[in-house]
């Protein structure tokens, strides 16, 4: 892969007619190793976040050595590229083959779960050839709790409702040589305080059981930081975290796990597009809802810009973008401020795209080319620099949608 200093220098040097995809390998590893030293436990990597073959070796050179895969497909990706990760299967719905595999093929002892079906399911799919059971299972029960702190809701589609967790925790805890409790917040949690409120719901939940559990996995949703997005820093998630963890009714030598995707990735890419025509305040772009920028597009997530070009306006407007396929939805709101005299030829950098932006890409219309080249500079912006000022103590206004 080609080395720049910065996206102005790409658009320079390849003046491209395709979405060129910026990877900044320092940055993601920089965040690994925030997170490997700092979380006061295990961070495991959610890789549908960014499951890019070049990312992962990024994040084991920066500690990161456990991965949090939710399909059989990413279980082969990640054992193909880092043979000696361990792999946990976080899925709560998975197939009997996919389980058997995992566990046969790729050493997979982890799997979640939220219902009596998937557990019955993992234990048949493990069993050996004689129908014995499987002695080492580390099954996890992933507890619903509420997304009300979350920019995006994970709250409805998996996890078991406290009123019925005891009796499926004391029935794991019958097959489970290593009981776990896991949940998540959703994505972008913009105060720890949702963490807290989810930890209560464990503690009712292992008090309800009165089973020993032996890892508290509080899952994904830390956030990165966007325009209109500026989290409080993510040691004050730690520190709530640990402190709450300490506290909970379990084993003595009870784990503390994390599954970040966002929190590790957002910064590892940004993207850049070609103007290819301007309508008033409305630019029309050569990547969108189908490509790289599918956030952007359906949950109107504002990414920050920048003008590639020189000798441009330093007065900036609000524009939206369409993205080049022939579908109306392929429409981003924004705002994106850019200078008022853009116009049909210039390049825009847009940024923070490495979680669930890279990831999102399809050949939809024809569309969905474009070549990845490594960059130097900083990303637009870092929650792991130590340059960016506390929330707390500026004028940022915390959003909480
Ligand atoms: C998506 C997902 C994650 C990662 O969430 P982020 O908000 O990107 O940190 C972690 N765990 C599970 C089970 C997930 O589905």
Redo the contacts with the bound molecule.
């Keep these: 892969m080609h080395h720049h200093l910065d996206a102005s220098a790409v658009a320079r040097a390849l003046s491209p007619d395709e979405p060129v995809i910026l990877n900044r390998p320092h940055a993601a590893e920089r965040a690994a190793r925030f997170f490997a030293t700092k979380f006061p436990g295990k961070s495991l990597y959610?890789v549908?976040?960014n499951p890019s073959p070049d990312l992962l070796p990024i994040l084991w050179a920066g500690g990161i050595t456990h991965y949090?895969v939710?399909s059989i497909a990413e279980v082969r990706l990640v054992r193909g590229v880092l043979p000696n990760a361990t792999l946990c299967f976080?899925h709560p719905v998975k197939t009997a083959s996919a389980i058997r595999e995992a566990y046969f093929v790729h050493g997979v002892r982890t799997f979640s779960l939220d219902t009596r079906e998937e557990l019955e399911k993992i234990v048949a799919a493990t069993a050996d050839e004689a129908g014995n059971p499987a002695a080492d299972l580390r099954l996890c029960v992933r507890l619903r709790v509420s997304s009300e702190y979350s920019e995006l809701s994970?709250a409805s589609k998996f996890g078991i409702d406290l009123a019925d967790a005891g009796p499926l925790l004391q029935e794991t805890r019958q097959v489970a040589d290593w009981l776990g409790v896991c949940f998540?917040v959703g994505?972008?949690a913009m105060t720890p305080f949702a963490y807290v409120q989810a930890l209560e719901r464990v503690r009712a939940a292992i008090a309800d059981a009165g089973v020993v559990i032996d890892m508290i996995d509080v899952?994904?949703?830390?956030p990165s930081v966007y325009p209109g997005m500026e989290p409080p820093p993510l040691e004050d998630y730690f520190a709530i975290i640990h402190r709450h963890f300490e506290a909970l009714p379990i084993a003595y030598n009870a784990e503390l796990w994390c599954?970040?995707?966002?929190?590790l990735c957002a910064e590892y890419n940004s993207l850049i597009v070609k103007v290819e025509k301007r309508r008033g305040k409305e630019l029309y772009i050569n990547d969108g809802a189908y490509g790289a920028l599918y956030d952007a597009a359906h949950v109107a997530w504002r990414f920050p810009v920048r003008i590639l070009n020189d000798a441009r306006s330093e007065v900036l407007e609000d524009f939206a973008f369409y993205g080049p396929t022939c579908d109306d939805a392929d429409y981003m709101e924004g705002p994106f401020q850019l200078p008022a005299d853009i116009k049909a030829g210039d390049f825009i950098e847009i940024g923070m795209l490495g979680?669930y932006g890279a990831a999102m890409r399809t050949a939809f219309n024809g569309f969905g080319q474009g070549e990845s080249v490594i960059v130097t500079d900083e990303p637009m912006a870092s929650l792991y620099t130590g340059e960016r000022k506390d929330p707390r103590v500026s004028d940022n206004v915390v959003s909480l949608r």
């Design positions: 959610a549908k976040a949090d939710a976080m994970l998540h994505s972008q899952g994904g949703g830390f599954e970040p995707g966002r929190a979680a």
